[in-house]
């Protein structure tokens, strides 16, 4: 039985499809990545696992339990980190949780329990009683994943979880999510920040324009770009001048417009470089950077959609 199975997910809103029927799966016990570029459905996808939209067709299930058939089942199995903070300012961490805790029906001594022992895995049993309005945004991010954790799911889905916090906060979140796996929990994570998903993921999933473009181990995600080397370059010309010329050199498989520069896919660098400067010179230009990446997650991600993560 799969910790989450989706089947042939769809999602239109009226003439617009949002999802186009994406399938995959995340085994018990493993942390599945899924990326796209902003519009590429990774929103509705989540919604959609959480019971909080429902889809045009296809099915999803918890743990062999159906989202649309069984929420009760589903909810109780699940635990959401949403990207937003949805906690209550004026109030202190433990009253936070505490609120939380009752609102997933723990009672009593049981409710203490694990509020305490929420408090000691987000590492702020020392700033318990403090209202969350003095916090930082990486300790409200601390206190947002304890909320999802207080009824001790098996699965947990986490939205962006340390957008914009500080390396420190960012750190202790990514070293809190890798022990709770090893513990057991499995984690369905989104992230614009591709190291993360390099670092935590089983396995990563990429989706673009409501579509399941590529799924698998890094690795094998990385094979799809063979050995190539991904180079980064500024030109003072219009790329628009530049990238016919460009295209004309041997060795070069693929060239990407992305945040002002031009991306190049090459199988040796060292090789086609002196042709590009050669080729820039010609026509009047000069490169005025190069930035060399050998083959990672960023260079099949840009490979597979033409787009840089945050685009």
Request: hydrophobic content about 40%; glycine content about 8%; charged content about 25%.
């Amino acid at each position: 039985m799969y910790a989450i199975q989706v089947a042939n997910l769809k999602k239109n809103y009226g003439s617009f499809s949002a999802l186009k029927g994406i399938s995959f799966v995340v085994e018990q016990g493993e942390i599945l990545s899924l990326l796209g570029p902003n519009g590429a459905g990774k929103s509705t996808t989540i919604s959609i696992l959480c019971g909080l939209i429902q889809p045009t067709s296809g099915e999803v299930t918890i743990l062999g339990h159906s989202v649309q058939n069984e929420p009760m089942e589903t909810r109780a199995a699940l635990g959401v980190v949403p990207q937003e903070i949805a906690l209550y300012p004026d109030l202190s961490a433990r009253e936070n949780l505490n609120f939380w805790a009752a609102m997933y029906g723990l009672r009593g001594a049981t409710r203490k329990q694990r509020v305490d022992e929420t408090l000691e895995i987000i590492g702020l049993t020392d700033r318990q009683k403090d209202k969350v309005s003095k916090f930082s945004g990486g300790m409200k991010r601390r206190v947002n994943l304890g909320v999802a954790l207080l009824h001790r799911p098996p699965v947990v889905i986490m939205d962006e979880p340390t957008v914009g916090i500080d390396p420190q906060s960012r750190r202790y979140i990514l070293e809190n999510i890798k022990q709770l796996n090893k513990q057991g929990m499995t984690v369905l994570y989104t992230t614009h920040y591709m190291e993360e998903a390099e670092e935590l993921s089983d396995h990563i999933a990429i989706i673009d324009n409501g579509m399941l473009i590529a799924y698998g181990t890094h690795r094998e995600l990385i094979r799809l770009v063979g050995e190539q080397t991904r180079i980064d370059l500024t030109v003072t010309l219009e790329p628009e001048k530049v990238i016919p010329a460009w295209k004309q050199v041997e060795g070069i498989s693929q060239i990407d417009r992305t945040d002002g520069r031009i991306s190049v896919l090459a199988t040796d660098s060292n090789r086609v470089l002196p042709y590009l400067f050669e080729a820039t010179a010609r026509l009047g230009g000069r490169i005025t950077s190069v930035d060399i990446l050998e083959p990672n997650l960023e260079a099949v991600f840009l490979h597979l959609t033409g787009k840089a993560l945050r685009d």
